[in-house]
């Protein structure tokens, strides 16, 4: 989730992440009035969380949720929860594969993160 102001994060506050992700597959299929982003997450519990049965938690803002399929089979509505800036998925075993697909408008990003659309090209920023 975003916010305007800085947020300190103190190393006292630090946890291990509860979920490692091993392999990202993206594919964006790009038309003039947005475009549709096709993810595969390889995901597994981390050995060093001492959490467990946690849901998995994923951020996100400015895109509309098409689709979630997890381990291949496309979850029903029920299954997850679509909180607007999070996806929440419950349930999920040790070692996953989550397929998401979001519709998202890089014409109306105007923070020029990620997929943006600069004088009608597709552009894309990244941090290293």
């Known amino acids: 989730m975003r916010t305007n ?14 979920f490692l992700v091993d392999h990202v597959d993206l594919r964006f ?11 595969t997450l390889t995901v597994r519990r ?14 996100g803002d400015s895109l509309t949720l098409e689709s979630v399929a997890l381990d291949g089979e496309e979850l029903p509505a029920d299954r997850y929860e679509n909180k607007g800036t999070e996806l929440v998925v419950p349930g999920v075993p040790d070692n ?8 998202i ?11 943006y659309k600069s004088s009608g090209m597709f552009c894309t920023q990244c941090e290293a």
């Open 96 to 103: 996953f594969s989550l397929a998401v697909v979001t519709w």
């Open 46 to 59: 981390n050995p060093q969380s001492d959490a467990t049965g946690t849901p998995l938690v994923l951020d």
């Open 29 to 39: 299929e790009l038309f003039e009035n947005g475009a549709r982003v096709h993810s």
């Open 5 to 18: 102001q800085p947020q300190t994060i103190y190393l006292k506050d630090y946890r291990v992440p509860e």
């Open 105 to 115: 408008e890089p014409q109306n990003n105007t923070r020029l993160e990620g997929l």
